[in-house]
């Protein structure tokens, strides 16, 4: 009964329908869409270049996990002559290139003996344990916990390798090498370890000889591989400084032999 009222005299009435203003809809549009358009070319910039910074980065650093296992057995058996005898090696320690997507790219292990691979590392690694709780059962102290201390001391071991090569190349001014290359170079350790594992099984006395042999032979491959990714990556070379460091990753791998080769149920020795 309210809607009935009519005008009361001396009180203007408001327009029950204003007028539509054509002009400020087409410039808020426009405006609108000039802002959507762009806030979103911008925000594609963005996103587009972070994620071809993370990729590039993840591809500088970690590559290719499915890269480092194309191997076949010739792969296998001429890596293991190049890790076992380098001074037998005598081609080249460049790997190989080949030109994908418009850059350089590094040929699989398949095609390349230089090319590191994780296949051997993780195969030796497992055969280092393996052989180490056999020692142990022989010498009557097997037990689960010796077995799974012998695991971690093999990881520990494999770690150490990994940041001594990693500090030297950063030390140098070389800290670009992807991280899975440095873990490969770093685990051909138990390739040569077996060795000498085997031997104190078969014959004791051969550990005394096998030990310093593929000490020598693990130095002599690590020194040319190492030199191989200071020459590919460091732009000023400081001869007697890199000689100095490459001379400790050889020495080094005397004590770290003797540690990993000396199987015990001690956390030390």
């Known amino acids: 009964m ?113 090319a590191p691979d994780l296949y051997i590392p993780f195969m030796a690694f497992g055969t280092y344990v393996v052989l180490a709780g056999l020692s142990l059962g022989l010498q009557g102290k097997f037990s689960p916990e010796a077995l799974n201390w012998l695991f971690v001391k093999g990881l520990l071991g494999w770690f150490l390798q990994v940041m001594l090569l990693k500090v030297t190349l950063l030390s140098l001014g070389s800290g670009e090498a992807p991280l899975l290359d440095i873990m490969a170079y770093a685990g051909y350790t138990f390739t040569g370890m077996c060795l000498p594992v085997l031997g104190r099984i078969i014959w004791r006395y051969s550990y005394y000889f096998l030990m310093p042999w593929t000490c020598l032979c693990m130095g002599v491959f690590l020194v040319k591989t190492m030199k191989r990714v200071l020459f590919a990556e460091v732009r000023s070379y400081d001869s007697s400084r890199h000689h100095y460091l490459l001379l400790f990753i050889a020495l080094a791998q005397f004590p770290l032999f003797t540690w990993l080769g000396n199987i015990s149920v001690n956390w030390l020795f």
Do not use: C
């Open 2 to 114: 309210y809607n009935n009222v009519g005008a009361q005299p001396g009180v203007p009435r408001p327009p029950t329908n204003p007028q539509p203003n054509p002009f400020g809809n087409a410039f808020y549009g426009a405006g609108s869409g000039l802002i959507r358009g762009g806030l979103g070319a911008y925000g594609e910039k963005i996103l587009g270049s972070s994620s071809e910074y993370v990729q590039s980065n993840i591809s500088r650093y970690f590559s290719d996990p499915q890269y480092y296992f194309q191997v076949n057995d010739q792969y296998v058996r001429n890596k293991l002559k190049v890790v076992l005898l380098p001074f037998l090696h005598r081609g080249h320690w460049t790997r190989i290139t080949e030109p994908v997507g418009g850059r350089l790219s590094y040929k699989p292990p398949i095609y390349d003996i230089n």
